[in-house]
């Protein structure tokens, strides 16, 4: 499992302002913004802004704002979307279906009556993204995060 930290990555990148993404929550250690290929409505990234390849390489510190920053998105990501269930998916390695190699989490919301659409396949039009985003940043404005 590679863990050689390429600063390149694109979510590296993000993290820089080199490039755009559609933000809904930050704090001093992480960022959280819409994939933009979602694998259903709503789903969204909490990408930590330790520079680390996967869990394995964040520090104990870094893990636990993580969760926390995670937790709190996804509370505001149900509230936003009332799904039947949220997936939090994290993976490591290209084996385990990582593709941007800088650790981050995703918050998928799930639906009794529908399938997820594939991993990293499609891109989402970025108003209807904008218009997710606007749901889950006022859910967690009502939370007070
Ligand atoms: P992984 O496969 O590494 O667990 O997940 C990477 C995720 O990042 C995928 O779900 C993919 O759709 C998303 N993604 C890839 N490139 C970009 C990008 O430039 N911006 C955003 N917001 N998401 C991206």
Do not use: W
């Not at 936003?80 to 800088?102: C, E, K, L, R, Y």
């Amino acid at each position: 499992m590679d863990t050689q930290y390429n600063p390149t990555n694109i979510f590296a990148k993000i993290l820089r302002g080199e490039l755009p993404c559609i933000k809904v929550y930050e704090d001093d250690d992480t960022i959280a913004f819409m994939d933009i290929m979602p694998q259903a409505d709503g789903h969204t990234l909490v990408v930590p802004k330790e520079a680390a390849v996967n869990l394995f390489d964040l520090s104990e510190q870094g893990a636990q704002a993580a969760i926390v920053a995670t937790q709190r998105v996804a509370r505001a990501v149900r509230a936003a979307f009332a799904p039947d269930g949220i997936s939090i998916g994290q993976f490591n390695g290209a084996a385990a279906g990582q593709t941007v190699p800088h650790v981050h989490f995703h918050i998928v919301p799930r639906y009794a009556d529908s399938a997820l659409r594939g991993h990293a396949r499609e891109m989402q039009d970025p108003e209807q993204l904008k218009g997710h985003a606007q749901r889950i940043i006022a859910a967690l404005r009502e939370q007070g995060a």
